[in-house]
C-alpha cells in the first residue's frame, strides 16, 4: 500500500513568493494532519482536517498560511507571501480511528522549504 | 496540557552495544496513548509503537524493547545490540484520549558508531 505522499520533495523560494504544498492521505483515511519541524520548535500540529472539514487550525502561525482539503485524497498548505523564518520541514500526516481504538497517524516523507 | 520529556538529546554508541532513550510524559487524561518515531537521516518520520495507556505489557519485537511503567509516568525505549542503521533521532509523543493532536518530545539523536 502507498504510505502517505507529499509533494514537492525540496521547495527553494524567495520572499514575498507564494508556496503550495501538497499531500495525498492514505487511502481509506479520514483524518489529515499537517506539522512543521522546526529546530528552534521542534514538530508542531498547524492544522488537522477529519472526513475534510478542518477541525482545529489553532496551530496556524498567521493568516499568511491556509490549508484546504477539496476531497479525501489531496489537501494543500498554501503560504501567501513565504517569510524567511518559514523555513521548515512540512509533515502531512493521516489516521484513521474506529471506535475505541485509537489511530496511528502515518507521515509522509515531509517537504523542506527554504525561503530565501 | 500533555507534555512529553526527553532528557537525552544525544546518545553515541558503538556498534552492538545497548541502548535506551527515556521517555517522561505528563497528562490529566486516565486513558491516552503513547508512540515512539524514527526520524533516520533521510528526514521521513517512521511510526514505531503505539501504546494504550490501558495496557502496561512490555513489548519486543526484535532489536527492540519498550517498557511502559505508568506509575513512574514512563515510555522508555531499549535498542539490543545496536547497529549503525539504528542512528537516527527517535520521538515519544503522547495523544489524549479525546485529543488528536500528538505532543512531541523534543527527540535524542542516536549515533551508532561501527
Known amino acids: 500500500d502507498a504510505g502517505v505522499i507529499q509533494s514537492p520533495r525540496h521547495e527553494v523560494t524567495e520572499m514575498g513568493q507564494e508556496v503550495t504544498l501538497r499531500c495525498k492521505p492514505i487511502?481509506?483515511?479520514?483524518?489529515l494532519f499537517w506539522y512543521r519541524q522546526t529546530m528552534m520548535r521542534g514538530l508542531e500540529l498547524l492544522i488537522y482536517?477529519?472526513?475534510?472539514?478542518?477541525?482545529?487550525d489553532s496551530g496556524m502561525p498567521e493568516d499568511r498560511f491556509s490549508a484546504k482539503m477539496p476531497n479525501a485524497s489531496f489537501s494543500t498548505l498554501k503560504i501567501q507571501p513565504s517569510e524567511p523564518r518559514d523555513s521548515a520541514v512540512y509533515f502531512c500526516?493521516?489516521?484513521?480511528?474506529?471506535?475505541?481504538?485509537?489511530?496511528?497517524?502515518?507521515f509522509g516523507p515531509g517537504t523542506r522549504l527554504t525561503v530565501l | 496540557a500533555q507534555k512529553v520529556t526527553q532528557a537525552q538529546t544525544e546518545i553515541s554508541v558503538v556498534e552492538k552495544e545497548d541502548v535506551t532513550l527515556d521517555c517522561v510524559y505528563e497528562?490529566?487524561?486516565?486513558?491516552?496513548?503513547l508512540f515512539w518515531y524514527k526520524q533516520p537521516p533521510s528526514g521521513e518520520l517512521v511510526f514505531l509503537i503505539r501504546?494504550?495507556?490501558?495496557?502496561?505489557q512490555n513489548e519486543i519485537s526484535g532489536r527492540y524493547s519498550w517498557n511502559f511503567q505508568k506509575s513512574t509516568s514512563s515510555f522508555n525505549f531499549t535498542i539490543t545490540a545496536s547497529q549503525v542503521v539504528d542512528s537516527a533521532v527517535y520521538f515519544c509523543?503522547?495523544?489524549?484520549?479525546?485529543?488528536?493532536?500528538?505532543?512531541f518530545g523534543a527527540g535524542t539523536t542516536v549515533t551508532v558508531r561501527a
Open positions: 500526516a493521516s489516521s484513521f480511528r474506529r471506535g475505541r481504538d485509537t489511530d496511528t497517524q502515518y
Open positions: 487511502s481509506g483515511h479520514d483524518y
Open positions: 482536517f477529519n472526513n475534510n472539514v478542518p477541525i482545529d
Open positions: 497528562t490529566r487524561d486516565t486513558t491516552y496513548y
Open positions: 501504546r494504550n495507556s490501558f495496557d502496561e
Open positions: 509523543a503522547l495523544r489524549g484520549f479525546n485529543d488528536y493532536k500528538l505532543s
